[in-house]
């Protein structure tokens, strides 16, 4: 069982080339009204200073799962608008997420020659099992975690449209 | 060549596709990790790993002293949603129409 003994990643790094200027990519992770628009369709709110509150909410579906009101928080620890957000993730989505430590989240967005962006999430999900499949989207009917995000996120940046909408 | 041509070409060498392997296993290795299992040397291990970088499949990142290399599964994730999430679509819907000439009949 070598998959299960020695996948012990700690660590998850994603990365996407988006065309888009730092600051269109920085509202869309950022302000509420583009959150809604792309991956899990969740408003967010972010308090963009360090120490400041970050939540994202359910949307009809979830809570018509039985999730609750807020499925996320978190706390801003570094906010460099628009090339790096550092920050908590702790989701209450279910008791064992829940029971588990608070993970960190990096979003970096570099501008490379050419009207391309390159965003790199970096997710720290050390002392948090549940997510390490969750988030890296190999739970079935769970969406697709991250790829499945910034694969979104792309698509409607580029084109103006999300995937599934 | 665009961002799938250089995916595409980077899946298609079966060494690649090993070193992303290990790292399915196990993330964030070191070139000195990802040489041990390969009967080749640490130039060829190298090149194989540039070229999975540029095309977006592997990600390395410094860590202190080391250069770890992170799994990137985007750019495939990418191809999945633009090909093959189109025919599961068409899929999807030929059988609901088959459904509902079923239904139809009944």
Redesign the interface.
């Known amino acids: 069982m070598t998959t299960a003994t020695e996948k012990r990643v700690t660590t998850q790094v994603y990365r996407v080339f988006i065309k888009a200027k730092p600051q269109a990519i920085w509202d869309a992770i950022t302000r509420p009204e583009w959150a809604e628009k792309y991956g899990y369709a969740c408003r967010v709110e972010y308090d963009l200073r360090p120490g400041g509150a970050y939540r994202s909410f359910a949307n009809e579906p979830m809570k018509a799962h039985g999730m609750p009101d807020v499925i996320i928080v978190g706390e801003v620890i570094e906010a460099d608008p628009p090339r790096k957000l550092v920050q908590t993730w702790h989701p209450l989505w279910d008791a064992q997420a829940s029971a588990e430590p608070a993970t960190r989240l990096t979003w970096e967005i570099t501008e490379e020659p050419g009207g391309i962006c390159r965003l790199t999430v970096t997710h720290d999900v050390s002392g948090a099992p549940s997510l390490v499949p969750m988030v890296a989207g190999e739970v079935p009917n769970a969406g697709g975690g991250w790829p499945f995000v910034l694969s979104d996120l792309k698509t409607l940046l580029e084109t103006g449209k999300a995937l599934g909408r | 060549m665009t961002?799938d041509d250089r995916v595409f070409k980077a899946l298609a060498d079966p060494t690649r596709r090993f070193l992303l392997d290990r790292l399915f296993?196990?993330?964030?290795r070191t070139l000195t990790e990802l040489e041990s299992d390969l009967a080749m040397t640490r130039f060829g291990v190298m090149k194989h790993l540039r070229v999975l970088e540029a095309a977006?499949l592997v990600?390395s990142?410094r860590s202190g002293r080391e250069k770890r290399h992170?799994l990137?599964?985007?750019p495939?994730?990418?191809i999945?949603?633009r090909w093959i999430?189109k025919y599961r679509e068409r899929h999807v819907s030929a059988l609901a129409a088959l459904k509902n000439q079923l239904e139809e009949r009944t």
């Open positions: 961002d296993v196990r993330d964030g977006g990600v990142r992170f990137n599964p985007v495939i994730r990418l999945h949603d999430g």
